[in-house]
RNA sequence: GCCGAUGUAGCACAGUGGUAGUGCAGCCGAUUCGUAAUCGGCAGGUCACGAGUUCAAAUCUCGUCAUCGGCUCCA
């Protein structure tokens, strides 16, 4: 189902610069609208964002809908006054004894933070000696030149959420109110239209709808069942991902759910991952604990044994199911959940493979990808932070055999200086999704801590002992994760070599059931997953339920199909295909399957 | 975890102090039908859970759990 106008052209086409003034100007609209309104409610910060702005108050009350409504009202009328915004610049005491005299607490510690020597303004609505209503915020800019070049049908209000004082928790909670603005009000429209057809997609419906996984309040929230319908996507998904990688010369292991406290110690996650970890528990008065990553357990499977530098690269992979503890306020259908499968894999290797190590991850990372509609990527190259372990001599090696890695892949990407882990360099991999979100799911890191704790090395040509280099990387990130992102993705409708169900029977009365029974069978034999409907309902009921369950074909069989020996074809995707012999069907699914594509 | 909202049948929702309702789905019966809903009947809920207020609680209060929108964090 393709929305017929695309919203996101219609975006693109906004100005971002002058989209950055209306937003920022329109959040000063709704702090003096606010201000107007509840003389109780502080100013602090509200700057435009990505699709809008926001605006965050200290207020003891929050802010209810209906208080959203007023707010707008009384912004229209400061938009329709068309109030002059006027940018003028104060040396520091000035404007201090300005803001005491407004009795804003938080624009003291804004102003405490301008660093000395920079230039400090505020900007003014309305005329500070006229009797025309004025306000004013200290603000760095840039602004409209008035009021009234926002468009009044062109902004909304959007919702209310506590925010903390500057995002820290241990601060005190601001009222923030949402709200979007753009340049007219067809581009307000796309964005609500885009918004709405992001809720369409939503994969917590669509899971719901079609069947494919839950999360249980019985069982306790982030933990996830796949049912049939997803089990059977999981299994394509996984058995697809296995093949790949073994192509590309990893072998498959397997490690536990949970190991000895000690080892966690080992690996330093007791220490700097504590906060993520589910609590210990204790087994013959030893402490165990479930494990929230895998690489500790590859680590030991290389220390068991002693390695030759002839085996190298060694390159493990692993679905390893991992449970990590999120706090309640943050699980999100499968994209936040406390227990997950991560594609995992460690690349043991020498200093001299990282590049072409790294180069044959990004290769198979792209060939993977590619193949679930994933074809645009993001692409960061983090490198070493303020601190760090290691020698400067690795980082420097390692990071640049990642830049000849992504340069040979050709690959354009951004570098986040000093944006790497303590351990290692890392280079992360967004996809862009068919309505234009980013999703980072692969990502591949650098690892000189572990090799270190648990002093692995291998041993050289000339027999000494060296530590290898451990890559860790992922390409889809989580199973659970990435499933959601193809949900929406594909908004339920999948491609048929994923489809839970590919096919479904519709006889049109009971007579040709047995016949359907035959030939879902016959089908099921050339591997294709086929039902039969076996309501006995009409056969427009029949199809309505199949398009309802976004079942990629539907096969309608009456009395002229089971005298011809076919089947009468309807897609999703293209509507009704004719009347074709059951063995051309076959065929014709099966091409679909192997292409990777509809029918 | 924090701020706010929400939780009624498998699903979508109505019900604001007086014994719990509608549609779809399910089951039974009739219908045997040609590309998105045939008709009739039946069954289904300790109103998330626990406490309290009240003669009386889905409805009011408190607590717990979960979900939703954010903050923070992240696969």
């Known amino acids: 189902m393709e929305v017929a106008v695309k919203p996101g052209d219609l975006l693109r086409q906004a100005d971002p610069e002058r989209l950055h003034r209306i937003r920022h100007t329109a959040s000063h609209v709704m702090a003096m609208a606010v201000q107007t309104l509840f003389k109780d409610a502080k100013v602090t910060i509200g700057p435009a964002t990505e699709m809008g702005f926001y605006y965050d108050f200290d207020r003891g009350e929050p802010f209810t809908p209906q208080d959203l409504k007023k707010i707008e009202k009384e912004m229209r009328r400061i938009i329709k006054a068309n109030l002059p915004v006027v940018r003028q610049e104060f040396d520091r005491a000035t404007i201090r004894a300005e803001i005491e005299k407004l009795k804003e607490p938080y624009k003291l510690e804004i102003l405490a933070a301008i660093p000395e020597g920079e230039v400090i303004t505020r900007y003014t609505l309305g005329d500070p000696n006229g009797d025309k209503p004025f306000w004013w915020d200290l603000c760095?800019?840039?602004?409209?030149?008035?009021?009234?070049?926002?468009?009044?049908?062109?902004?909304?209000?959007?919702?209310?959420?506590g925010a903390y004082w500057r995002g820290d928790e241990k601060n005190a909670m601001l009222q923030r109110i949402y709200g979007t603005a753009w340049e007219t009000p067809e581009q307000l429209q796309a964005y609500q239209q885009q918004i709405e057809e992001a809720k369409r997609r939503d994969h917590r419906k669509l899971g719901k709808e079609l069947q494919l996984f839950s999360i249980q309040e019985d069982a306790g929230g982030g933990l996830v069942f796949w049912h049939p319908r997803g089990g059977t996507m999981r299994r394509l998904i996984e058995d697809y991902w296995k093949d790949m990688h073994v192509a590309a010369g990893y072998e498959l292991v397997n490690t536990p759910h949970v190991a000895n406290l000690d080892l966690w110690k080992i690996s330093g996650h007791n220490d700097f991952y504590r906060?993520?970890?589910?609590?210990?528990?204790?087994?013959?008065?030893?402490?165990?604990?479930?494990?929230?990553?895998?690489?500790?357990?590859?680590?030991?499977?290389?220390?068991?044994?002693?390695h030759s530098y002839r085996e190298l690269p060694m390159r493990w992979a692993e679905l390893g199911t991992v449970y990590r503890y999120e706090r309640s306020g943050t699980?999100?259908?499968?994209?936040?959940?406390?227990?997950?499968?991560?594609?995992?894999?460690?690349?043991?290797?020498?200093?001299?493979?990282?590049?072409?190590?790294?180069?044959?991850?990004?290769?198979?990372?792209?060939?993977?990808?590619?193949?679930?509609?994933?074809?645009?990527?993001?692409?960061?190259?983090?490198?070493?932070?303020?601190?760090?372990?290691?020698?400067?001599?690795?980082?420097?090696?390692?990071?640049?055999?990642?830049?000849?890695?992504?340069?040979?892949?050709?690959?354009?990407?951004?570098?986040?200086?000093?944006?790497?882990?303590?351990?290692?360099?890392?280079?992360?991999?967004?996809?862009?999704?068919?309505?234009?979100?980013?999703?980072?799911?692969?990502?591949?890191?650098?690892?000189?801590?572990?090799?270190e704790r648990f002093d692995l090395h291998y041993v050289s040509e000339d027999g000494a002992r060296v530590r290898p280099i451990m890559i860790h990387r992922a390409l889809f990130g989580s199973i659970e994760r990435f499933f959601g992102i193809l949900i929406e993705n594909y908004a339920g409708d999948f491609p048929l070599w994923l489809a839970p169900a590919q096919v479904r029977l519709i006889p049109v009365t009971d007579a040709q059931r047995d016949f359907a029974e035959g030939v879902a069978k016959q089908m099921k034999t050339a591997g294709l997953r086929a039902e039969v409907d076996r309501s006995g309902d009409r056969m427009q009921k029949q199809i309505r339920k199949a398009e309802l369950e976004k079942i990629p074909v539907m096969a309608v069989v009456g009395a002229k199909e089971v005298e011809s020996e076919s089947l009468s074809l309807r897609t999703r995707k293209t509507g009704d295909l004719g009347v074709v012999l059951v063995t051309v069907a076959i065929e014709k699914m099966q091409a679909a399957v192997r292409n990777r594509d509809w029918l």
């Open 331 to 451: 699980l999100h259908g499968l994209m936040r959940v406390r227990g997950f499968t991560q594609d995992d894999a460690h690349i043991f290797c020498t200093e001299d493979q990282i590049a072409s190590e790294i180069f044959g991850v990004l290769n198979l990372a792209e060939t993977v990808l590619t193949t679930f509609g994933f074809a645009d990527y993001e692409v960061n190259l983090s490198t070493r932070p303020e601190k760090y372990v290691g020698a400067d001599a690795i980082w420097d090696k390692a990071t640049q055999a990642l830049r000849q890695a992504l340069d040979q892949k050709g690959w354009v990407y951004k570098v986040d200086e000093g944006g790497g882990a303590f351990y290692g360099p890392k280079i992360d991999i967004k996809i862009e999704d068919a309505i234009g979100r980013r999703w980072q799911c692969s990502t591949i890191q650098l690892d000189f801590n572990l090799p």
């Open 140 to 161: 760095a800019g840039p602004h409209l030149a008035t009021t009234g070049e926002i468009h009044p049908e062109a902004f909304a209000l959007e919702s209310v959420a």
């Open 275 to 306: 906060e993520s970890m589910f609590d210990t528990m204790e087994v013959e008065e030893q402490q165990y604990q479930l494990k929230p990553m895998n690489c500790p357990f590859h680590v030991l499977m290389f220390k068991d044994g002693l």
